[in-house]
């Protein structure tokens, strides 16, 4: 989007991970911004929010896609700071920035959101229940969303993508290349391109879509 020239407002909890993403897209002559923010935090989201409205005058945009994964385990083995932990960011995080987001674009009267879902949100993922569970739940909020803000111009889908080589899913995507139908993992790229597409006036129609993003992973 940003090659198209779309500015772009982005977000991480790290400085310096924040920094060195900014430098990346500046890089490539995108108008590019970083901001600090801890998604499970109320006060970050509406700062963020706010923060965009101050520097484009509006949000076209919102590609919801902040979350961690979980340490691979039984549920009964799952401790419960981990599942407060996964939950908060993966879940309420992606509430916290569909309320202040939406709030916006319903003042607009337009805009188009992409949940970050994932295949473990379409399908039962053994070992990741409780990343799982956020990721189901996402889902569900994204054609709730749809349903609620389509009579305003306000487009909600989801993408939900299998394993991709990035530095999240280091040393877990060997066993996602045997089990996909395509017998390899995504580049961050392909599903880029999707979320890109989902944003686009080519598709100005589609709406509520959870839409599989996995090389036939949930076939």
Known sequence: MGSQGVKLL????????????????????????GFLADVSK?????????????????IDFFHNNAGILQK???LHGVEEAEFDQVMAVNLK???????????????????SIVNGSSHAGIRAEPYLG????????L?????????EYGSQGIRVNAVCPGA????????????????????????????ASVVSFLFSDEASYVNGVVMPVDGGLAV
């Open 130 to 137: 409780v990343y799982g569970a956020t990721k189901h739940a």
């Open 42 to 58: 109320a006060e970050d989201v509406k700062r963020y929010v706010k923060e965009a409205k101050e520097k484009f005058g509006r």
């Open 10 to 33: 982005l977000l991480d909890f790290n400085e310096k991970t924040l920094d060195k993403t900014v430098d990346e897209v500046k890089r490539k002559g995108i108008e590019a911004h």
């Open 72 to 74: 691979p385990s039984l």
């Open 139 to 147: 889902a569900g909020m994204t054609l709730t969303a749809a349903n």
């Open 93 to 111: 995080g992606a509430f916290l920035g569909l309320k202040y987001v939406l709030e916006m674009m319903a003042q607009q009267q337009s805009g």
């Open 164 to 191: 991709v080589k990035t530095t999240m899913t280091d040393g877990m995507v060997d066993d996602s290349e045997n089990s996909s139908p395509m017998q390899r993992t995504a580049t961050a790229d392909e599903i």
